[in-house]
Nanobody, 119 residues
Framework: QVRLVESGGGLAQAGGSLTLSCAAS????????MGWFRQAPGSQRELVAT???????NYAASVKGRFTISRDNAKNTVYLQMNSLKPEDTAVYYC?????????????WGQGTQVTVSS
């Protein structure tokens, strides 16, 4: 099993920055992709960014150029650096892990952390 704990959410002004962290524990050797998702009120959960075990990254078009996903393998932690924040970035942000060879994509989730961007 994999346990994920997010931190770093909060309130920011438009144009500001926040950094989210996701600490993984447990069977971390089984993770092949880590991702950040977000869900705004009344909206479906959407994929924001992913990073593979070899460091390859991918971003949603809405955040490309503003957000950066990275990982510190020594700390078993994945980060989401969010710059040039916009009010539409307001959402609960979730960290997720995709487990290698699992039939269930994104089988492990964190509890979520609220990000609120004021205009």
């Amino acid at each position: 099993q994999v346990r994920l704990v997010e931190s770093g959410g909060g309130l920011a002004q438009a144009g500001g920055s926040l950094t989210l962290s996701c600490a993984a524990s447990g069977s971390i050797f089984s993770i092949n992709i880590m991702g950040w998702f977000r869900q705004a009120p009344g909206s479906q959960r959407e994929l924001v960014a992913t990073i593979t075990s070899d460091g390859s990254t991918n971003y949603a078009a809405s955040v490309k150029g503003r957000f950066t996903i990275s990982r510190d393998n020594a700390k078993n932690t994945v980060y989401l650096q969010m710059n040039s924040l916009k009010p539409e970035d307001t959402a609960v942000y979730y960290c997720a892990a995709n487990i290698r060879d699992s039939l269930i994509p994104w089988g492990s989730w964190g509890q979520g952390t609220q990000v609120t961007v004021s205009s």
